[in-house]
């Protein structure tokens, strides 16, 4: 099979999830134009998450926490870093403090920066690929946008068989 020209500028995708319902994990699957048997995978060099403003006015104690991520199955219970199939998550949780109320000052975004990896980024096969919201202690389900920076890349039988198997949690 002859090789494409390798990809060599940064592309953009661009997802907006919004949760289902408060307190319950929502996961939406980001939608590349490449079929799972092309051996084709992304470089993700950048990772950016912009909570809407609903999730971080309700986290305002101690039991008021939620999550935004990305994970290569659609079939997860919750994105804890401990599951293989989870390749990025932040976690923000309030903080008890005395009076006044609390003030939690959102940070946009929230950002993964991948580039200091070996390669410039993690490698993941192009599909599938989910974005995921979770929260605990909220009232109100949110919005986030996600922007993905990353560059595709061509990769041989063997090594996309190789990459699959990555998945498995390599640590018994």
């Given at each position: 099979m002859a090789k494409a020209k390798k990809d060599?500028?940064?592309?953009?995708?661009?997802?907006?999830?919004?949760?289902?319902?408060?307190?319950?994990?929502?996961?939406?699957?980001?939608?590349?134009?490449?079929?799972?048997?092309q051996g084709v995978a992304i470089?993700?060099?950048?990772?950016?998450y912009y909570v809407g403003s609903?999730?971080?006015r309700e986290t305002s104690g101690s039991t008021d926490s939620f999550q935004v991520?990305?994970?290569?199955?659609?079939?997860?219970?919750?994105?804890?870093?401990?599951?293989a199939e989870v390749v990025d998550m932040h976690e923000i949780t309030g903080v008890a403090a005395g009076t006044p109320a609390n003030l939690l000052l959102p940070v946009l975004p929230i950002l993964s920066d991948l580039t200091?990896?070996?390669?410039?980024g993690l490698l993941v096969a192009a599909n599938p690929i989910y974005v995921a919201a979770d929260s605990s202690g909220l009232?109100?389900?949110?919005?986030?946008?996600?922007?993905?920076?990353?560059?595709?890349?061509?990769?041989s039988d063997a090594d996309y068989i190789e990459l699959i198997q990555s998945r498995v949690q390599a640590n018994i």
């Open positions: 060599v500028f940064v592309n953009r995708a661009l997802q907006r999830i919004t949760m289902s319902a408060a307190n319950t994990l929502t996961l939406q699957q980001v939608n590349f134009a490449v079929g799972i048997f470089v993700l060099h950048r990772i950016k609903t999730a971080w991520g990305m994970t290569v199955s659609g079939q997860l219970a919750d994105i804890a870093m401990t599951q200091g990896l070996p390669g410039s009232t109100t389900a949110f919005t986030v946008d996600v922007e993905i920076l990353f560059t595709f890349i061509e990769l």
